[in-house]
């Protein structure tokens, strides 16, 4: 049982024999041939989601978050022009709408004031309703200019303070958003080239943001709204992702750079590296689940080939990777039904790619 436990790609561990018994006689051989040590490239994939205004066109998608107490997943779509909705509380995601907001990018949820933000190509953030009792759910019920001549991009709320970060990547600017007022209440002006994630750490109350052009975090204060300060990576990084495990203040950069492509293991507390790993890199987003002290780091541009990556244990290791696509740069993860999302920008097939999370060998 415990050789299966380390191999078998399944959905929930209260599943695995199930899900080892319902899959095609072939599959079941596979796992147990192919995937003899979790540390490899593993995949067992569920089929893909379509999104049928575009179905059959080739997609441009960003970010992926998703409400995991409603098992709602939003996505920001170039394409349609909004942010797409789909139901996850089963481990197939069907698609429910699009919300038009303008070519969307960044998309963060803010549960506590029942809104989605999402920062769109003309330089704005689009503020979406997802009250359930409201009579304007999934309606654009704001959209505010930041000002730049360039997309508002990637973005991170604090629930404590019930702020919003936005990034315009290319125009140097970070907006913050008064997110019960629908307000910007405050923005830092030229901070650089190629601003990208910002995090939030529910551990020390701050809010982290990478920068690929500048290979630099940097640090905010959002009860004050204050840049504390600038760090630089200290190698060739150029990190785009940022992803936090508050309990450790740890944080995975997902590194942009591709020669040497790596990804790094940085300290928060001390503001400095504490390794790298060289089994993926060249990516984007990261994200942690702090259930199983997880990382995920969707790695889409690793010259061997697009992976999505998982990482975590103590001290922090590569753990496995999950063969993807050029193009799956982003990633979102159902923690009900431990289904791994990514997205399908390949030629003609515009959607998402779904795959079971890995059993993580203690």
């Known amino acids: 049982m415990e050789t299966v436990r380390a191999v078998a790609a399944v959905g929930s561990r209260a599943r695995l024999a199930g899900s080892i018994c319902s899959a095609p006689a072939w599959a079941a051989a596979l796992l147990v041939i192919a995937l003899p040590v979790i540390a490899a490239d593993v995949a067992l994939p569920l089929p893909n989601v379509d999104i049928p205004p575009i179905k059959e066109k080739t997609g441009s998608f960003d970010i992926i978050d998703i409400d995991q107490a409603a098992h709602l997943m939003y996505v920001g779509d170039r394409i349609s022009q909004g942010v797409d909705i789909f139901d996850v509380s089963t481990p197939s995601a069907r698609y429910l709408q699009t919300v038009p907001t303008g070519p969307a990018n960044g998309v963060s949820i803010a549960k506590n004031v029942k809104k989605v933000f999402a920062g769109t190509n003309d330089s704005s953030v689009a503020i979406i309703d997802i009250d359930p009792a409201s009579p304007t759910r999934n309606t654009v019920i704001a959209k505010l200019n930041t000002g730049g001549r360039k997309r508002a991009d990637e973005m991170d709320y604090d629930p404590r303070e019930k702020k919003l970060y936005a990034a315009n990547s290319d125009d140097g600017i970070v907006s913050v958003v008064d997110a019960v007022h629908n307000a910007i209440i405050k923005q830092f002006t030229d901070m650089g080239e190629g601003l990208e994630q910002p995090r939030y750490n529910p551990g020390d109350g701050m809010m982290y943001m990478t920068s690929s052009d500048q290979n630099a975090v940097f640090q905010f204060d959002p009860r004050k709204d204050v840049l ?72 889409s541009n690793f010259p061997p080939g697009a992976v999505l990556a998982i990482f975590g244990g103590s001290p922090v290791r590569w753990i496995a990777n999950i063969p993807t696509a050029v193009g799956s740069h982003a990633l979102g993860f159902d923690e009900t039904n431990h289904v791994i999302y990514t997205l399908d920008q390949r030629p003609n097939s515009a959607g998402l790619m779904a795959f079971w999370l890995p059993a993580i060998p203690k």
């Open 228 to 299: 504390i300060k600038k760090y630089d990576v200290g190698i060739a990084c150029r990190p785009n992702g940022l992803a936090i495990n508050p309990a450790t203040n740890q944080a995975l950069l997902g590194c942009s750079n591709r020669d040497p492509a790596m990804t790094v293991l940085w300290d928060l507390r001390g503001h400095g590296m504490i390794t790298t790993f060289s089994q993926a890199g060249a990516g984007d987003m990261a994200f942690y689940y702090p259930k199983e002290d997880l990382y995920f780091f969707a790695a």
